[in-house]
């Protein structure tokens, strides 16, 4: 009676949420699998594992932005990322979970046309030739701006910069700093195409995403931490996607000091938005920005919406901390995985089938019990698949399904621990009925303690794997956890009752407790007790 209260509320709660189906998987569905390996920034040494922790943290964020749900995002080893989603396509994901998004705000020193710019250059271009500006009406609004003019052929040999900071200009006193004849001597030596060494308290030699304008830049004044949101959107009366960032309270500070300088000319008219090392924009500042406000237009050749849908949700949520490569990208059909779900379901009905029959030729019409307890264990887990994937977004994959049958037949082991110890009470002299109560004292503790084996087996797995073993370690303790359930609540009260019955109580042919079955020749009775003379005696 218990278990029926217990599935009419899951089914009632599965009828009121309106859900009858469980969430699925990803190799139910289909999607993509990309495994990323990590590696410090500096290209040496073993990742440590708060970063690699952050990583992983920031690439599920960016995954989840995409809306997809059921996305899993896990570590593996000491320097890899695994990045599962559904129904997202190869070259989305790639660009998402690849970059690394490395955003500075730098001064822009000297600028230097290297190949023919564009003959209809965009709003967004970094033209080279001198000229008066547009007033900027908004503050968040930049148009762009010529670069200065380029110094005196230096006489020193490029020297390399730092490849991690701590050595070079603080970001605070980064407006301060100015080239020395080494920094220009770089800056002759640097041609496009070159490696960046992208270290935000050194200068930087980079050249626009076009590959036509080489600039020599200041250390970083303001830093993409400092980004506190990132929207993409086409702002009025224009037809390009931007991306429109705000600053956090210090980021904000120091891109209005910084814009109310470079207003006046000091050091220069013009800032460089770099993103991943490389100029994304130029524009020159005409007055003071104290919003805490900037927007990135994509230079000349313009941001589509999903290139400026995918910066937002990386700048807003974050820089890598180490640099990942992408070691495989895996595609799974979900033909394939429901041509392998049909299977595992056809497998699982067989065995339903065969359990059924062997039951019968060993229980004969005791055989309803277990295939009713395989039947309630089945359809306990199906509920509970369903609301645990409405309620926590628990996803069935083929995994999961595997440890449901395995968990389920385990249900069955149950009640064959429990037959088993009844025969053995009745060998021992005892009657049917009693050796119902004594034989479930005793199977009880040997359930128990296989349950108790198999779910501790269940949460060590679960904890120690990731991606699809661990649907399979969460079904399987499910699974364990029911079959405690329906052995204690509904086979032993059922076979309680079943032995107060003439039919079962007395072992009559076909009931599956006979004799021949049992292995005695005939079965103990209860010994009823006779009145003596000396009885009575004590009555009179």
Do not use: H
Not at 497 to 510: F, H, I, K, N, V
């Amino acid at each position: 009676m218990v278990v029926v209260v217990v599935l009419a509320a899951v089914y009632g709660t599965m009828a009121g949420l309106g859900g009858w189906l469980p969430k699925l998987g990803l190799d139910l569905r289909g999607g993509t699998t990309i495994t990323l390996t990590a590696a410090n920034s500096t290209g040496s040494g073993q990742v440590d594992k708060t970063s690699l922790e952050q990583a992983r943290t920031i690439i599920q964020q960016r995954v989840d932005s995409l809306g997809v749900g059921e996305s899993q995002v896990t570590t593996s080893g000491n320097d890899q990322i695994t990045v599962s989603v559904p129904n997202v396509s190869q070259d989305r994901l790639r660009d998402m979970v690849g970059q690394t998004a490395l955003l500075n705000f730098r001064v822009v020193y000297y600028g230097q046309t290297v190949a023919a710019p564009s003959a209809s250059p965009s709003a967004g271009s970094t033209p080279q030739a001198a000229g008066t500006p547009e007033p900027t009406p908004q503050g968040n609004n930049l148009p762009t701006a010529p670069a200065a003019t380029t110094p005196a052929t230096p006489t020193l040999s490029p020297s390399p910069y730092p490849s991690v900071a701590g050595s070079g200009t603080a970001q605070d006193k980064a407006l301060g700093w100015q080239p020395t004849e080494q920094d220009f001597a770089n800056f002759q030596a640097y041609s496009c195409g070159q490696p960046v060494n992208d270290v935000a308290d050194q200068p930087l030699m980079t050249c626009d995403r076009e590959g036509t304008t080489k600039y020599l830049l200041g250390p970083t004044v303001v830093s993409g931490n400092q980004v506190t949101t990132a929207s993409a959107g086409i702002p009025q009366n224009q037809l390009q996607w931007v991306v429109n960032l705000e600053f956090d309270s210090t980021g904000a500070k120091l891109f209005s000091d910084a814009t109310s300088r470079l207003s006046q000319g000091v050091p220069s008219q013009q800032f460089a938005i770099v993103l991943d090392g490389l100029v994304v924009s130029a524009p020159q500042v005409n007055e003071p920005i104290p919003n805490g406000r900037a927007q990135i237009d994509g230079g000349s050749s313009g941001f589509t919406q999903e290139a400026a849908q995918n910066l937002a949700s990386v700048l807003k949520y974050g820089a890598l901390p180490l640099s990942l490569t992408i070691d495989s990208v895996d595609t799974v059909s979900p033909v394939l995985g429901g041509e392998q779900l049909r299977g595992a379901l056809i497998a699982g009905a067989l065995g339903l089938v065969l359990v059924a029959a062997f039951a019968i030729a060993v229980y004969r019409s005791l055989s309803w019990v277990v295939t009713a307890t395989i039947v309630l264990a089945m359809a306990l887990t199906y509920g509970l698949m369903v609301l645990l994937g409405q309620g926590l977004g628990v996803a069935l994959n083929l995994p999961g399904v595997a440890g449901a049958i395995v968990g389920i037949g385990v249900t069955a082991d149950s009640f064959i621990i429990f037959f088993e110890r009844i025969k053995d009470e009745v060998r021992a002299g005892r009657t049917l009925r009693s050796s119902v109560e004594t034989g479930w004292v005793k199977a009880r503790g040997t359930v128990l303690i296989s349950d108790g084996v198999q779910l501790l087996s269940a949460l060590v797995l679960f904890v120690l794997s990731i991606g699809a073993v661990r649907g399979f370690a969460f079904i399987l303790g499910l699974t364990t956890i029911i079959d405690i359930v329906i052995t204690f609540l509904f086979t032993k009260p059922m076979m309680t009752l079943l032995m107060r019955s003439r039919y079962y109580g007395e072992g009559r042919p076909g009931s599956g407790l006979e004799p021949a079955l049992i292995g005695v020749d005939t079965l103990p009775i209860r010994r009823r007790r006779t009145r003596t003379v000396t009885d009575t005696a004590e009555e009179a």
